[in-house]
Nanobody, 122 residues
């Protein structure tokens, strides 16, 4: 059974940094897309970033501030978040899907983590 377990969320002041981690178990995902979505209260779930092989993709709202990386040997994906803003406050979900999916569409991702809360205070 596949499981994605996120960690690293928390409360941080605006301008601060956090690093999220997501470790997959149950199978290896070396050839899969791994990424992150987020959902703020009262808003729809939105694409944040994804990594496909060594290629990275970002939503415009986080470009230049967030960095995604992966360690295939550990079956883990990371999200380094810097210059955090109050509008980054959301539950962040780790996702995994096949390499053929549309990266910014939630529908294509097969596996989802339980989510980790990130709160940025002003």
């Amino acid at each position: 059974q596949v499981q994605l377990v996120e960690s690293g969320g928390g409360l941080v002041q605006a301008g601060g940094s956090l690093r999220l981690s997501c470790t997959a178990s149950g199978r290896t995902f070396g050839s899969y897309v791994m990424g992150w979505f987020r959902q703020a209260p009262g808003k729809e779930r939105e694409f944040v970033t994804a990594i496909k092989w060594s290629l990275t993709y970002y939503a415009d709202s986080v470009k230049g501030r967030f960095t995604i990386s992966r360690d295939n040997a550990k079956n883990t994906v990371y999200l380094q978040m810097t210059s955090l803003k109050p509008e980054d406050t959301a539950v962040y979900f780790c996702v995994v899907g096949p390499s053929t999916l549309r990266l910014d569409s939630a529908a294509g991702y097969e596996y989802w983590g339980q989510g980790t809360q990130v709160t940025v205070s002003s």
